[in-house]
């Protein structure tokens, strides 16, 4: 093909998917691709057309804002076209613009802009009469959008009625139809019960209850309104800035972001932006950038608009959340416990502002349900500090022959049998203290302050130990040579001593703390205690059935089959005799020496957003300690743990007199140095 038609060829092509994906998007309420992706389309054929102009239709997407309007709602003809935003993704993308201006502009000075932040949710317009609220529509094309005012007056943000004496004869006010996080929380969890779709973000879930054909069911929708701009204005008299409309529109009843201010210059552009990164994931609301408008009236008419933006204006991105990558392969990494966690190696990928190659799977009934193939084309998602996750599978780009993932039979690492039990969701190795994937973790655990105690033995020594050979299972920390450990970096023959004296001395044990220490999948300190308290004596459990294990308080079917496995494979039994022939020893009939976990018998509620752990894992932890964890505070509650934004549940902890963690503290209590008493 000759160079000139392949440029229309490429150009038919990326026209031809974003009409694809406008029909999905504005007309099925059914995105297939990130938005990040959707722009870089929507770029490259901008930058196509500019660089070769004879590639330019009429019916390019590149000339208009939207898509069609859907049928099933009557259509409105904006007199003031509702105007679309360019993007800037970079700051120099940013700087470059405020430069444009002032060559435009002829200006030697700063330029005030109006600073907003860019909510993600539907633009609408809202017709004025009089003061009374008579039509509200969508975008559509940017010239014909959809007649939604019955759904839209049922926002109670919307006023029906502007709060003024003498109103305007005509206000169309445009602004943006948004889903407060927490009310798209309540929305999917409302679908989960009844068995529905879920939405993808909040800005689905608004576009898809603004265009709900049946208003009472877009009145269950908790949908919010903000006001940024004008349409169609009649006689009014207009303010002479932006910022004083904006006033203007707060002053008759209509909500304007507590976000909006004016800033002077580029530089005060940057760091308004900056502040607005650090606020994003606090704010009740999902922003997908901030908008930056010139302030002054006079030089917005001055500078105009292109087809389908206004040149004043400029949305400054933030880093997209969800890009699309491909997948490279399924890799299973072993955990300390055994557990083997399914994870997608990515192309890499810039998400969020890091770059990404891995995504957890988090288990084989996740793997099983997203079915991520290698070859796929999926979404990566990565908000703020959460691990990135694969949000979708984009089906239609699987290629052919793809092949399914299996859990393994086999461990990875040192191919002892994987089990699954059923109705569990977690995989695990039954190679115990053998396999050198839970090898390293395990001895660090096997050494800590609850386990065997070991002093100064942390896992950089531990990682230098199993490197040289010295180390495979706990048993050979017991018969080190201390003149090999010489040989270690940062180990000289006061640090030797010290550590072969603290090996000595972790000897001498309670049953509890050896069963804690052997890191059995489940069995915390607490279940540790209670499996030494009521067998007394290690034969005794080491052959136990499941249902005798099950007598111990507290241990359930799932435990007492990890116990069951963990004592039934021979190498472990052959690395606990081991221990025993090199003097580990406890005093056979009492059992337990550690104090039981701060946790143990303990009832804890958490509420709002943790940093470090999932709820998930918050609530595995508080359990692996022997606490308990409830969805309400009560007088019982021993504690509320609270995270960033939390819910009602503190009010009625203080309220009760209930104590309250901090998320640190919290930690504290899981840290086995905060378990020191
Ligand atoms: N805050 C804000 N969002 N937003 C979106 N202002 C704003 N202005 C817009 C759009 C589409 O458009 C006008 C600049 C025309």
Redesign the pocket.
Known sequence: MDPEASLHARAARLRAEIEAHNHRYYVLDQPSIPDAEYDRLMRELVDLEREHPQLQTADSPTQRVGGEPAAGFEQVHHRVAM???DNAYTDEELIAFDQRNRQRLGMEGEISYSA????DGV?ISLRYERGMLVQASTRGDGTTGEDVTRNVRTIRAVPLRLRSAAPPVLLEVRG?VYLPKKGFETLNARAVAQGERLFANPRNAAAGSIRQLDPQLAAARPLAFYA??FGETGDMVMSPTHSAGLALLRSLGLPVSGLCEVVEGVDGCLRYYARMVDKRAGLPYEIDGV?F?VDDEALRKELGAVSRA?RW?IARKFPAEEVLSIVEGVDFQVGRTGAITPVARLKPVFVGGVTVSNATLHNFDELERKDVRPGDTVVVRRAGDVIPEIAAVLLERRPKGSRVVHMPQQCPACGSDVIKPEGQAIARCTGGLVCSAQRRQGLAHFASRRAMDIDGLGEKLIEQLVASGLVESPADLYRLPPGRLLDLERMGEKSVAGLLAAIAGSRQTSLARFLFALGIPGVGEATAAALAAHFGQLERLEQATEAGLQEVPDVGPAIAAAVHAFFAQEHNREVIAELRRLGVSWPEDAGVRSQASPLAGKTLVLTGTLAHMTREEAEARIRELGGKVSGSVSGRSSYLVCGENPGSKLARAQALGVPVLGEAEFLAYLDEDGLKT
């Open positions: 105007l679309s935003l907003e932040p860019k909510l633009a943006e940024y701009g908008v408008k206004p204006a």
